[in-house]
């Protein structure tokens, strides 16, 4: 099974699209402000959707909810092909354009509603049947880190699509074909990592567990500090990432002036020089750090002392990322986006791990939803106001870069959570909330 599920990963981070998102935005002529918006959007549909889904995995099978996951993604990615070509062609006006875009995020929402957390929950439902419960962190980091090479190798393939096409719309259809494929992946998955699935659930039942997994997450203390933990760390990484493409762009194109001044290219086919080598390095160095992320665990149950020496390193890293972005050094912002991506990937195993510790797990899917949901609400919050952020610092040219607040504002929430850290939490106290909830 750690074959298909390292499969799945590899399968599921052949997007395309994710290196050239706010390119592609851009091409069909949206501003900062309206990706921001098209993403708070994405969030909050993620937001409305992401616990019923986990609840109807838990009770109505996960490998279900996998398939029709992946047909939601595959929607949404004929929608942004077709209408994001509409636009650049002239074709469709803005104000036909963006409901467009908003349907095409709602379907996206759906996928990662039915998936985030659902195929965590089957991993770890696996391992208890094998008895492997304590390999966690590092049975996922590995896993995970055949998702990071997944997304080294669709990079160079991106990069290539882009290239071939002077067009960032098209990587969109391309998408569908790597997740077809996963969908039939799933087929191969035995029964058994479904959990306790009932015949005939009813609406009812689902609401109950829904509602028992909501309790203990917000009365278990440890449960909600990891929950508020994800809406700092994940909730910005996921707000800002994609800024690290208009740096790639802008840092490429004198490089290729210099180096290919007899060739006439693109300015999309310029800015594949530098975003295929930084992604594919930035992945495969990720996937090291997801496949290792164990090794900065000394001993079971010492994942929160981890933790909290991670939020004091992102600290220092966003310090010293902040001069060189607001100078516009770009070898410095490059650097400092694959640090902390490679910080990304050694914090969510780890996360991963301390959420399973401290959860029933019949629960699973339904608990890790709605830490995906948690997330869901600080990047609905975080991506429109530094948007609009970045937007204003452009107009105006304070700094020579505009995307100087992402330093500011990265070394907050990681100071704050450094401050308020626990050196450790004792394990599995689910079992004493789980009294709370059935009394």
């Known amino acids: 099974m750690l074959r298909r599920f390292s499969l799945y990963g590899f399968l599921k981070n052949q997007q395309y699209y994710d290196y050239f998102l706010l390119l592609a935005f851009r091409q069909m002529g949206l501003s900062y402000f309206l990706i921001g918006l098209l993403i708070a959007f994405r969030e909050i549909m993620i937001n409305i959707m992401e616990i019923p889904t986990g609840a109807i995995a838990d009770l109505c099978g996960r490998r279900k909810s996998m398939i029709f996951s992946f047909l939601a993604y595959i929607i949404s990615f004929v929608t942004f092909g077709l209408s994001g070509m509409a636009a650049m062609e002239g074709k469709l006006a803005q104000h036909i354009l963006m409901p467009l875009l908003f349907l095409a995020m709602a379907s996206f929402a759906m996928g990662e509603a039915f998936r985030t957390g659902t195929h965590k929950a089957m991993i770890f439902t696996w391992l208890r049947i094998q008895g492997r419960a304590e390999e966690r962190t590092r049975v996922y980091g590995y896993t995970r880190s055949w998702s990071k090479i997944g997304s080294a190798v669709s990079v160079i393939l991106a990069c290539v699509f882009v290239f071939v096409t002077s067009n960032f719309i098209y990587v969109f259809f391309f998408a569908i074909i790597p997740y077809i494929i996963n969908i039939i992946n799933f087929l191969g998955y035995p029964g058994k990592v479904d959990g306790d699935i009932r015949e005939g659930t009813t609406i009812g039942e689902v609401a109950q567990h829904l509602k028992g997994a909501l309790v203990v997450s917000v009365k ?4 909600r ?73 000394d001993k079971p149950g010492h994942e929160d002392r981890t933790a909290r020496l991670l939020w004091g390193v992102s600290v220092a890293i966003f310090l010293a990322l902040l001069p060189g972005m607001y100078y516009g050094v770009h070898w410095i912002m490059i650097t400092g986006f694959v640090v902390l991506y490679v910080m990304q990937n050694l914090w969510r195993p780890i996360l991963i791990s301390r959420f399973d510790a401290h959860t029933d797990e019949a629960r699973g899917a339904t608990v890790l939803s709605i830490e995906s949901q948690a997330k869901s609400v600080s990047t609905m919050i975080i991506a429109p ?55």
């Open 220 to 223: 278990q203390a440890t449960l």
């Open 225 to 297: 500090r990891l929950m508020f933990e994800s809406m700092g760390f994940e909730g910005f990484f996921k707000a800002s990432k994609d800024y690290l493409q208009p740096i790639l762009k802008a840092a490429a194109l004198p490089v290729t002036a210099a180096l290919f001044a007899d060739i006439e290219l693109t300015v999309e086919q310029k800015s594949v020089f530098l975003i295929g080598p930084v992604f594919f390095l930035l992945f495969i160095v990720s996937a090291l750090a997801s496949r290792n992320a164990y090794r900065l665990v």
């Open 385 to 439: 106001l530094l948007g609009l952020t970045i937007d204003m610092v452009r107009y105006r040219g304070i700094g020579a870069s505009e995307f100087w607040p992402l330093g500011i504002l990265g070394a907050v929430i990681a100071l704050g959570f450094f401050l308020t850290a626990r050196s450790g939490t004792p394990v599995q106290d689910w079992a004493r909330a789980e009294v709370k909830v059935n009394a």
